[in-house]
């Protein structure tokens, strides 16, 4: 018996996996949450400090997260305090910039929008993408209702909570299978962050605005009070951008040209032994 060489190493079907709904969406997202995030810092920066509470503390402390910089005896250095525990982050949080002419910042104008001091521009620049990604977001939840993406890829089943250890232990062991649909662990992300991230983050900034708070003012008996909405409205970006390191990096490890294929034309290629069906292309 003779062994094959030369020959290319055996590939999947190539599936129609993202709708055109999906694709444009999830770009739009890309763009929006990217300036989202630069000029919430840039609104965060004219008042580093995050509460607990309806009310920010000036008789009592109830900060957890408070950026600034203050004069020691070698001179004004950055520092971020973390319930109640302070560190030193001259160079990347309250003080940064050149030694010579420092910015005394929470974040540093290299990450925000505008990279200068300029509140009114980036709450213009935050809330005109915030309204794109509601939009956005409507539009993929209609969509994918209709054509089933909702129920078929992202509600984890039975099936997929069961076999959610597996594919976990796979992950880790960077063993990544291309399937036909989202594989458990896939299906859990995607849902915690449509379901829970993304209702969280908006309802959160809805309940920051004084005239929202005054049309639904039960959004601040859900949040407990504007700054309690305001310090989760920080954690969840902040989670937000968590989730998109790592998804990056699962798509460097997955293989960026199946990804970005996928996410551009909507073919997606398969593992090997893959079964064929009808419309899927060699």
């Not at 969406?25 to 607990?52: D, E, K, M, R």
């Not at 009592?60 to 305090?81: E, W």
């Not at 200068?116 to 209702?145: E, K, Q, Y």
């Not at 069961?162 to 990544?176: E, N, V, Y």
Request: glycine share 10%.
């Amino acid at each position: 018996m003779t062994e094959d060489k030369g020959l290319p190493p055996a590939k999947g079907p190539l599936v129609y996996r993202q709708s055109i709904w999906t694709r444009l969406t999830h770009w739009v997202w890309a763009i929006c949450l990217f300036f989202l995030l630069l000029s919430g810092l840039q609104i965060f920066n004219a008042h580093p400090t995050l509460y607990i509470g309806e009310q920010s503390g000036f008789e009592f402390d109830n900060a957890v997260l408070s950026i600034g910089a203050v004069n020691t005896p070698s001179g004004p250095r950055g520092q971020t305090t973390v319930f109640g525990q302070t560190f030193d982050t001259t160079g990347v949080l309250g003080m940064s910039g050149p030694a010579a002419n420092p910015s005394f910042v929470g974040f540093p104008g290299a990450v925000t929008i505008p990279s200068f001091r300029d509140l009114a521009t980036g709450r213009v620049v935050h809330f005109f993408f915030g309204w794109i990604f509601v939009a956005a977001l409507f539009i993929w939840f209609l969509a994918s209702f209709v054509n089933g993406h909702l129920r078929r890829d992202i509600l984890p089943k039975g099936r997929d909570i069961i076999g959610l250890p597996r594919d976990a232990i796979d992950h880790a062991r960077l063993r990544l299978h291309h399937g036909r649909s989202y594989s458990p662990l896939q299906k859990l992300s995607y849902f915690t962050v449509f379901f829970v991230l993304f209702p969280l983050i908006i309802l959160t900034g809805l309940t920051m605005s004084p005239g929202m708070d005054a049309a639904w003012p039960w959004l601040l008996d859900i949040f407990g009070g504007r700054q309690t909405a305001r310090t989760i409205h920080f954690v969840v970006m902040v989670l937000l951008v968590l989730f998109f390191v790592v998804h990056i990096i699962m798509v460097l490890l997955a293989g960026p040209l199946n990804e970005l294929r996928s996410m551009i034309t909507g073919w997606y290629r398969t593992s090997p032994g893959t079964p064929r069906e009808q419309g899927d292309k060699p």
